[in-house]
């Protein structure tokens, strides 16, 4: 069964701290995504990539930084955590064709 | 980024059908898609139609796309209250493979 495993499904961590939320796929996909979600705003791109080292800014990015050093990792940074980064926080990943996203069940951080 | 519209809410009786709507702005999609997102869970395919479609059909669900009004609706028939999740529209451009997602339909359905 193919998966997007994201390495922790809840996360508390405090103000000012550098956080790493981690997903891995096995699909030999190119393409991966990070996402946040919130009540009423719906998905949120913060950063996207096609290709290994490769990245590109969302919609949101402000806040954030990615890595994607190996094909089948992407890695989101926060770099000194805020309350306002508190949200569920989703990671997809696809081919080049246009089949879809595949998520992963997301990591809902809360930052105190 | 693209503006992708849903309603928040929808509530329903077991047995009806439920129609989930959407519009969308950007004429050059190329794929439309519906995710379901159960309670805590990531979200998960359900059907996706491309744009010179008109309609698909899978088992309960029924995809609806009018691309003269850029809208898509979602159907299901004999809604089950194992439906009740958020339904997200997506649409996605063919040049740079991303998807821009509608703030999601949380479907109600009372037994």
């Known amino acids: 069964d193919v998966k997007v495993t994201q390495s922790s499904r809840y996360l508390v961590k405090r103000t000012g701290e550098k956080v790493f939320l981690e997903c891995v796929q096995d699909?030999?996909?190119?393409?991966m995504f990070w996402y946040r979600q919130d009540p009423g705003l719906g998905l949120r791109l913060i950063y996207f990539s096609y290709d290994v080292k490769m990245k590109e800014k969302g919609d949101i990015p402000e806040g954030y930084s990615v890595s994607r050093e190996k094909k089948e990792r992407f890695s989101l940074i926060l770099e000194s955590a805020s309350t306002n980064q508190t949200s569920m926080y989703l990671c997809?990943?696809?081919?080049?064709?246009?089949?879809?996203?595949?998520f992963g069940s997301g990591t809902r951080l809360t930052v105190v | 980024g693209e503006d992708v519209e849903q309603s928040l809410f929808l509530s329903v009786r077991e047995g009806d059908s439920s129609v989930i709507n959407c519009t969308y702005t950007d004429s050059s999609s190329t794929y439309l898609y519906w995710y379901k997102q159960e309670p805590g869970a990531g979200l998960q395919l359900l059907t996706y139609i491309f744009s010179n479609m008109d309609m698909k059909q899978d088992q309960r669900l029924t995809v609806l796309l009018n691309k003269k009004d850029k809208h898509l609706s979602l159907r299901i028939a004999d809604t089950q209250t194992g439906d009740s999740a958020i339904y997200f529209c997506a649409e996605s451009i063919i040049n740079f493979n991303k998807f821009y997602f509608g703030s999601g339909t949380k479907l109600n359905v009372k037994p």
């Open positions: 997809a990943s696809s081919s080049a064709g246009g089949n879809g996203y595949t």
């Open positions: 699909m030999d996909h190119e393409n």
